[in-house]
């Protein structure tokens, strides 16, 4: 046994099939769901599988497949990166859908004053 895998092992206490099953299975649904996030984003022209950003990560995900020949925290590393890009790519979304919803066009002062239900004073000459 390879000494950084038998390190690996004495500091994990929950290193056994299930755990690692666990991990698999949270690797997945991180990948699904940053996938399903590309797809809303991206270029609906482009395919999502042939994007140099969809590659990257699938290629991460390959190298970092959870396996008991991996270092402990290699693992937890790649899955708190991939977790941080996912937030990252759901706030952009959620902060331009924001944007769109109150992008507002500049009011006159009588148009702001009628919109919270308030009437200008009209100057007789």
């Known amino acids: 046994m390879d000494m950084e895998v038998f390190i690996c092992t004495m500091f994990t206490p929950s290193h056994n099939k299930m755990a690692n099953q666990q991990k698999v299975n949270l690797g997945r649904l991180l990948y699904k769901r940053l996938s399903r996030e590309m797809k809303i984003t991206a270029n609906p022209k482009e395919k999502l599988y042939d994007t140099p950003v969809f590659q990257y990560i699938a290629n991460q995900f390959r190298e970092h497949q959870v396996t008991t020949q991996k270092l402990c925290k290699g693992q937890n590393e790649v899955m708190m990166v991939g977790q941080t890009y996912l937030c990252m790519l ?36």
């Open 90 to 125: 759901e706030s952009l979304r959620k902060s331009e859908e924001l944007a769109q919803m109150y992008k507002t066009t500049e009011r006159s002062i009588e148009q702001s004053a009628n919109l919270v239900g308030l009437k200008l004073p009209t100057v007789d000459h």
